[in-house]
């Protein structure tokens, strides 16, 4: 009896192991892809041109849609990946449901290197806008449903604190509904007055994390 008890304590630790290894390879490639995401956003900024520095500052001038378009979705990009380290910092198991997730969000984050490039673009500012935009709400209900997932799953170390809270759910469907909101506004004005809305995207999920916190206590 003391054999096979130790037995199947060495298998569950062997076990767990494996689960942890697995987990740490996601996390390790997930990494990976958002680094290369990065980098693809600054491989495709347009390389000022001109004989004169004069003609070089008009040049980065002219492009500076393109620069702007870059900054965003490395603001975007990196505030993403600063919040799936946070998901996944505890997690020690992986199922097939995480997985798939994962990876779904991980297309999302590869394929907003090419929405830059189409913001960036000339004529038809509404439909690119739009674009990018459905893009980015799709993201955050990625991160969103690994958020509750994680929670949901026991996918966690024993004894570790859940990662985020029902505030922290009700943030990014804010950030969510603003990136949604920035649409019909892009196509009535086919105008760049859209992207204010998305700077007030910050202010209204902290503000709805406020109020949540609030009504907690």
Do not use: C
Not at 52 to 74: P, Q
């Amino acid at each position: 009896m003391t054999d096979q008890t130790s037995d199947a304590t060495d298998d569950a630790g062997v076990g767990s192991a494996v689960d942890l290894v697995s987990a740490e390879r996601m996390v390790f490639f997930s990494d990976a892809v958002v680094a290369i995401a990065i980098t693809l956003l600054a491989l495709a900024l347009p390389l000022p041109h001109g004989a004169t520095s004069r003609a070089v500052f008009k040049s980065i001038w002219a492009d500076r849609d393109a620069y702007l378009a870059f900054l965003i979705s490395f603001v975007v990009i990196a505030n993403y990946w600063r919040y799936h380290h946070r998901l996944f910092r505890n997690v020690v198991r992986l199922d097939g449901r995480i997985i798939t997730i994962n990876l779904v969000w991980l297309l999302l984050i590869v394929v907003t290197p090419f929405a830059t490039r189409l913001i960036s673009g000339s004529g038809g500012l509404g439909a690119r806008f739009t674009v990018y935009a459905v893009i980015q709400v799709a993201t955050i209900l990625g991160v969103l449903a690994m958020s509750r997932h994680i929670r949901k799953g026991h996918l966690l170390r024993l004894g570790a604190p859940e990662p985020t809270s029902r505030t922290d759910d009700a943030a990014l469907l804010a950030l969510a509904g603003t990136f949604a909101a920035s649409i019909p506004v892009a196509l009535a004005t086919e105008s760049q007055w859209a992207f204010v809305i998305w700077v007030g995207s910050a202010f209204t999920a902290r503000f709805v994390r406020r109020l949540r916190s609030q009504n907690s206590l």
